[in-house]
């Protein structure tokens, strides 16, 4: 590790393939700090869902080490990671909304967990929903919203609480490119705001607002992270 405080930290990660065969990561370094966006290319799958659980110590490597918030995920008992985790927005991929609870109410959920009271929880629950261009949804019903309106209420739950780590799985992969900007521009608030973003994903209003905003871009090909500007987008599964 360099002298820089990295808030994530994948130090010679190696991650199996579920059925076995060549491993999905391979020693894979990377150090993300403070304020940072960056982006990972790869297909929606197993690999990157994988990636994502190991971060969040809910999956073992296969050799070297994850580290959150100066923490070794994998040597953390379940109760500190739950309080590492409520540091962390998760955007899953299945986005893991409560149907039967409006976007308002999804949103402020993990406030209400922290005990935040409900009116200072709600206000900002509103404003991260109105960042996200679903003011007027925020008291619907999440199972009458559209596809890509559901998928920025799970960005809003991610960013509700200032996390210092945000981690995106396929973030933009419902959005048309007016959406995938407001997504990206979220992302870019949480980050001028000091967190560390990783956001997993390949399509190309995503791969384009990625670069007009500057962030570190990697491609995830044959297990192997690598710049962006040394492999061809068609080389990623």
Known sequence: MSGTTHVIDLVDVTLDHPRGGTPLVT??????P???VVLIVGAA???TSRLVAAALG??????GRIEVLGRDVSKLRRSSLRLIRRRIGIVPQDLCLLDDRSAQLNVVLPLEIDGVPREVSLAQANRILGQLG???EAELPVDQLSAAARQRVAVARAMVR???LVIADHPTSMQDAAGAELVCTALAIAAARGAACIVFGRDPALLSLAERHRW??????NGELKPLSEIAIEMIP
Do not use: F, W, Y
């Open 27 to 32: 020693g894979a370094n990377l150090g993300i």
């Open 34 to 36: 403070s304020g940072e």
């Open 45 to 47: 799958g197993v690999g």
């Open 58 to 63: 809910e999956l073992d490597l296969a050799q």
């Open 134 to 136: 679903l003011s007027e």
């Open 162 to 164: 200032d996390p210092e």
């Open 216 to 221: 570190k871009r990697l491609g995830l090909v």
